[in-house]
């Protein structure tokens, strides 16, 4: 079992323009939330649609070259793909919490072999089966030890592969333990999914990225809840079998995620965000086409309207935008706005670095629907008052989900604001 030697990646420093970036993704930690998070802060074309790792295999080197930003379930084989080492971070859950939680996805996810299989299951069945040896034993460090595509991706399977007990005897191995850890002391970054909220703390305060505002939110809510009474003595021994060594690396990676979080507050956080922003060129004209990264908080995912990439606000009322302007003469915003309901589009209050900015607005069609340019000047005074950026507060009264208007909708986001565009120009 040969493995790549890397060096220690180095940490605290914000990314370099030819930096790749790799979520290592493992199945069940927060990877749809943290996902959206890291998505903002790469330019839609960077990202890499690929999410499998046979998809990633299946393009060239030089076309994989062309993105920054890798997130998916590609374990430690991604280096090998890339033929480099790019910066990688990852998420651990505490082992127990996450065979739940793994249990629970299979049995709503009608696109997987395991969904007929698993239907008629309860947790202590599954955890006992076949199934709960290849989906469960050990899989947070599987995810982090092996990267030999051929031997260790491809046939990892003991229901294709190998036999059962072949499988016993691979992923039960004490060798993982040391391998993993290695690999976590080795990444730039561990968060933990039972301290979610400072994980993305210390995310954005090792990457000098805006730091979150709010509680995190969650955009991979499971559809089906899980009876506490299923996870038996029997059933919770077995997984405490199935999960030594996942159990040894969770220990380890809360250490060092500890070590790491000490003296990380939200305002060491902002100052090493706006140390960075300081070191942005001033702009006098910004025009912000929602495929661009966005520097802010309370932004739901990009989607695409009349072939144009578009984002709502929410789920908190108020949503910030921070863009480096310069200070030195008024400049005008403009944007165009709608929204589920014209009380919202009419209850919009924007400041500039909490100073109130006077809003025009005018509808884009007759007879008039929740769909609106407004324009407004930020005056000096305004901008001056941040020496590092200048933080837009689009507030509204209120945010609604879809489904209340709807009885057709199946969209339970709070959404606030639909944003097409917006530009800063001289005014």
């Not at 592969?161 to 690999?183: M, N, T, V």
């Not at 919202?344 to 607005?361: F, I, K, Q």
Request: contains cysteine; aromatic residues 8%; negative net charge.
């Amino acid at each position: 079992m040969q493995h790549l030697t890397v060096p220690p990646q180095r940490r605290g420093s914000p990314l370099g323009p030819d930096d790749q970036f790799y979520f290592l993704h493992i199945p069940k930690t927060a990877g749809t939330t943290l996902r959206k998070f890291l998505q903002d802060r790469f330019h839609k074309r960077a990202v890499s649609p690929h999410q499998m790792l046979p998809d990633l295999i299946a393009h060239p080197p030089s076309e994989l070259g062309s993105y920054r930003l890798f997130c998916g379930h590609h374990g430690m084989y991604v280096r090998r793909v890339l033929g480099r080492d790019p910066v990688t971070i990852t998420v651990l859950r505490d082992p127990i919490a996450r065979s739940v939680s793994h249990f629970r996805d299979v049995k709503t996810r009608k696109d997987t072999w395991l969904y007929d299989r698993v239907q008629p299951m309860s947790f202590e069945e599954f955890v006992m089966s076949d199934l709960g040896v290849t989906e469960l034993l050990n899989l947070q460090a599987r995810y982090l030890s092996y990267e030999n595509i051929a031997e260790d991706y491809f046939g990892h399977s003991a229901l294709v592969r190998r036999s059962l007990d072949e499988a016993e005897a691979k992923y039960r191995r004490r060798e993982l333990l040391d391998i993993g850890r290695r690999r976590l002391d080795e990444i730039a970054y561990v968060g933990i999914q039972e301290q979610f909220e400072a994980s993305l703390l210390l995310l954005s305060h090792t990457f000098a990225w805006t730091p979150p505002v709010g509680d995190a939110v969650s955009f991979n809510r499971s559809k089906l809840s899980f009876d506490e009474s299923e996870l038996t003595p029997a059933a919770l021994e077995r997984v405490r079998d199935l999960t030594q060594i996942d159990q040894g690396l969770y220990e380890h990676g809360k250490a060092l995620f500890e070590d790491r979080i000490g003296g990380v507050t939200p305002e060491s956080a902002e100052q090493r965000y706006r140390d960075g922003m300081r070191a942005v060129a001033r702009k006098t004209t910004v025009s912000l086409g929602f495929e661009q990264p966005i520097a802010g908080t309370n932004w739901m995912p990009r989607e695409i309207s009349n072939n144009r990439v578009v984002r709502w606000t929410g789920p908190a009322t108020t949503t910030h935008l921070d863009l480096p302007l310069a200070i030195d003469k008024p400049l005008r915003l403009r944007c165009r706005l709608c929204a589920l309901d014209t009380r919202v589009l009419g209850s919009l209050r924007l400041t500039a670095n909490g100073h109130a900015v006077e809003l025009r607005s005018w509808p884009m069609c007759d007879p008039p629907r929740p769909d609106m340019t407004f324009d407004g000047v930020l005056t000096p005074d305004m901008l001056r008052e941040n020496d590092a950026y200048c933080r837009l507060a689009f507030e509204v009264d209120d945010v609604i989900r879809p489904t209340d208007i709807d009885p057709d909708s199946t969209d339970e986001r709070l959404l606030g604001l639909h944003f097409a565009w917006l530009e800063i120009m001289p005014a």
